[in-house]
């Protein structure tokens, strides 16, 4: 075996693992930075910023894979035949991923915050209440009379509301 056979592999790999602390330190600060000009607590970017750290990992990996050799349609074979597997084992809980979704376009998009009093504008159970916390699957809402109300993101990003100013 000869080290010189592989090494442009050695060089991007070696780049790879460079930038992808790189590119992670980057987005925290850009997610920190919208946060502090936003108004968002510490706890909700927290999440942000892992999911985003989790995706910038599997891009590396992806990335190391095909520097590599491996061809990029056999691991998207692999990752369809997982994504397959877990999504029969959770068929039932097929709205993670769109709870994970609706928490991230909550986060960057919305026109409310947590401690924002606000009015779900429903026929058939209308809520005023106040956001406690908007977590990565669910938004926890506290009612006038202490009641916590707990809704899966995508069903918060789907309700019309009104906020009270």
Request: charged share 15%.
């Amino acid at each position: 075996m000869n080290i010189q056979e592989y090494f442009p592999q050695i060089i991007a790999s070696g780049i790879t693992v460079i930038i992808i602390p790189i590119s992670k330190y980057i987005a925290k600060k850009i997610i920190n930075k919208y946060s502090a000009i936003s108004l968002r607590p510490e706890t909700r970017t927290g999440h942000i910023k892992h999911i985003i750290s989790v995706l910038i990992n599997w891009t590396g990996l992806f990335t190391l894979a095909v520097i590599w050799g491996v061809k990029p349609e056999n691991i998207l074979i692999a990752i369809s035949s997982i994504f397959a597997v877990i999504g029969a084992a959770l068929f039932a809980q097929w709205s993670i991923l769109s709870n994970i979704t609706a928490g991230i376009i909550l986060f960057f998009t919305t026109a409310y915050k947590i401690g924002d009093q606000i009015n779900i504008i429903d026929k058939d159970m209308p809520i005023e209440a106040t956001i406690e916390t908007i977590q990565t699957f669910y938004t926890h809402l506290r009612t006038t009379d202490n009641q916590l109300i707990i809704i899966p993101n995508n069903l918060f990003l789907q309700k019309m509301i009104s906020i009270k100013k």
